[in-house]
């Protein structure tokens, strides 16, 4: 789609959200009801007991989908502002996939106290945080800050999300190729929010031989450059490798899961790696290594984020089922430990996993209620 269709069409509707009443408005009897003299009386209600906000307002039913900018995968740091899009679109995919209610909102501050002292002085109005494009290692310690000072889920989609889709891919690509889902070697190239996350889980989902790489090199416990969740990560599973590059990492590795940005994957570097090699270009807009020439390379099973391909690996098939779930299941934390769970049961929609089949299409029927039955299930 060409960017100016693009502009047009943003700009026509300034933005992709309006809102829209659930009670009509037409006479006094109405206005009576739905504002004075009506809402003092619920007003009275929920002084008495705070908990009752949840049945009476829209604090029972809204996420805030918050974001600083400042980790926009395959853009980095565009600012606020610049991330506002991002979860603009996503409020509207929560309504249109999900029927979840989702307001975005732009936080400009780069003080972990301040902005979790933020969102805890707005979470009344709220059923969840959604947490979205925020630069580790921030993000993992505002969202483990909120959990401890907020009784509703706090959600980070980067880490979360992403982890759960990559897992579920990776189930069906081990079938699709006849390897062992725990014996694959695998590069996680990208080492910030998504790309630690998706290697924590992969590693609890019991894959042995991970190698976590970021700009400048293999990820090595001697780095003194590593924030602490990251040397915790990798003190865990201490790489079996002498690598030092991306390139030198990939030799003889069964899969590469890029989390980072576009065009840093050669044709070369795809064919040092084992017979069918599993590439998961994630980076948007521009992949790692665009699809035909990984394919070329050898390629068995070729996933990327974006939609313009088969496979398209992305958190947008767990983030709208998820906080469904969480919400008709009244869940007021977001667990971990829900994400293999749920990844599993994505990759269980696909009962004859092909190399250009490995996860649901976002559209395909039974997304969001396989997710939604699998937090119901879990919990």
């Given at each position: 789609?060409?960017?100016?269709?693009?502009?047009?069409?943003?700009?026509?509707?300034?933005?992709?959200?309006?809102?829209?009443?659930?009670?009509?408005?037409?006479?006094?009897?109405?206005?009576?009801?739905?504002?004075?003299?009506?809402?003092?009386?619920?007003?009275?209600?929920i002084?008495?007991?705070?908990?009752?906000?949840?049945?009476?307002?829209?604090?029972?039913?809204?996420?805030?989908?918050?974001?600083?900018?400042?980790?926009?995968?395959?853009?980095?740091?565009?600012?606020?502002?610049?991330?506002?899009?991002?979860?603009?679109?996503?409020?509207?995919?929560?309504?249109?996939?999900?029927?979840?209610?989702?307001?975005?909102?732009?936080?400009?501050?780069?003080?972990?106290?301040?902005?979790?002292?933020?969102?805890?002085?707005?979470?009344?109005?709220?059923?969840?945080?959604?947490?979205?494009?925020?630069?580790?290692?921030?993000?993992?310690?505002?969202?483990?800050?909120?959990?401890?000072?907020?009784?509703?889920?706090?959600?980070?989609?980067?880490?979360?999300?992403?982890?759960?889709?990559?897992?579920?891919?990776?189930?069906?690509?081990?079938?699709?190729?006849?390897?062992?889902?725990?014996?694959?070697?695998?590069?996680?190239?990208?080492?910030?929010?998504?790309?630690?996350?998706?290697?924590?889980?992969?590693?609890?989902?019991?894959?042995?031989?991970?190698?976590?790489v970021d700009q400048k090199g293999v990820v090595r416990n001697q780095s003194t450059s590593l924030n602490d969740y990251q040397l915790k990560f990798v003190q865990s599973v201490k790489p079996n490798t002498d690598a030092h590059t991306l390139a030198e990492a990939l030799v003889d590795q069964d899969v590469l899961i890029g989390l980072s940005v576009g065009e840093i994957v050669t044709e070369v570097m795809v064919k040092s790696m084992a017979t069918d090699p599993i590439i998961f270009a994630l980076a948007n807009p521009i992949p790692e290594i665009e699809p035909a020439l990984a394919q070329k390379a050898g390629a068995a099973v070729i996933a990327t984020g974006s939609s313009a391909y088969p496979n398209q690996v992305n958190n947008i098939l767990a983030f709208p089922g998820l906080f469904r779930g969480l919400l008709e299941n009244h869940v007021t934390h977001f667990e971990t430990s829900m994400e293999a769970e749920i990844a599993k049961a994505l990759a269980n929609m696909i009962k004859a996993p092909a190399n250009e089949k490995i996860v649901p299409g976002v559209f395909d029927d039974g997304v969001v209620e396989t997710i939604v039955e699998a937090v119901k299930q879990y919990k």
């Amino acid at each position: 789609m060409a960017l100016d269709e693009i502009k047009a069409l943003h700009q026509k509707h300034t933005g992709v959200l309006s809102i829209h009443s659930e009670l009509p408005v037409k006479n006094r009897t109405d206005l009576g009801k739905a504002y004075t003299p009506g809402v003092a009386e619920l007003s009275n209600l929920i002084q008495q007991d705070t908990s009752l906000a949840r049945q009476y307002t829209v604090s029972g039913k809204l996420i805030a989908i918050i974001t600083d900018g400042s980790a926009v995968l395959g853009l980095g740091d565009i600012g606020p502002q610049g991330g506002l899009p991002v979860v603009e679109g996503k409020a509207l995919l929560y309504k249109e996939l999900a029927g979840v209610n989702a307001i975005p909102l732009a936080l400009d501050q780069t003080s972990v106290p301040e902005f979790v002292q933020t969102v805890k002085n707005i979470s009344k109005s709220f059923a969840g945080i959604h947490l979205e494009d925020i630069k580790a290692p921030r993000c993992f310690e505002i969202e483990d800050q909120l959990n401890q000072v907020l009784d509703i889920p706090v959600y980070h989609d980067d880490q979360e999300g992403t982890a759960i889709v990559v897992l579920a891919g990776l189930i069906n690509a081990a079938k699709v190729v006849d390897k062992s889902l725990t014996d694959l070697k695998v590069v996680v190239n990208g080492a910030g929010a998504s790309g630690l996350a998706t290697a924590k889980l992969l590693a609890s989902a019991g894959l042995r031989n991970i190698t976590l790489v970021d700009q400048k090199g293999v990820v090595r416990n001697q780095s003194t450059s590593l924030n602490d969740y990251q040397l915790k990560f990798v003190q865990s599973v201490k790489p079996n490798t002498d690598a030092h590059t991306l390139a030198e990492a990939l030799v003889d590795q069964d899969v590469l899961i890029g989390l980072s940005v576009g065009e840093i994957v050669t044709e070369v570097m795809v064919k040092s790696m084992a017979t069918d090699p599993i590439i998961f270009a994630l980076a948007n807009p521009i992949p790692e290594i665009e699809p035909a020439l990984a394919q070329k390379a050898g390629a068995a099973v070729i996933a990327t984020g974006s939609s313009a391909y088969p496979n398209q690996v992305n958190n947008i098939l767990a983030f709208p089922g998820l906080f469904r779930g969480l919400l008709e299941n009244h869940v007021t934390h977001f667990e971990t430990s829900m994400e293999a769970e749920i990844a599993k049961a994505l990759a269980n929609m696909i009962k004859a996993p092909a190399n250009e089949k490995i996860v649901p299409g976002v559209f395909d029927d039974g997304v969001v209620e396989t997710i939604v039955e699998a937090v119901k299930q879990y919990k």
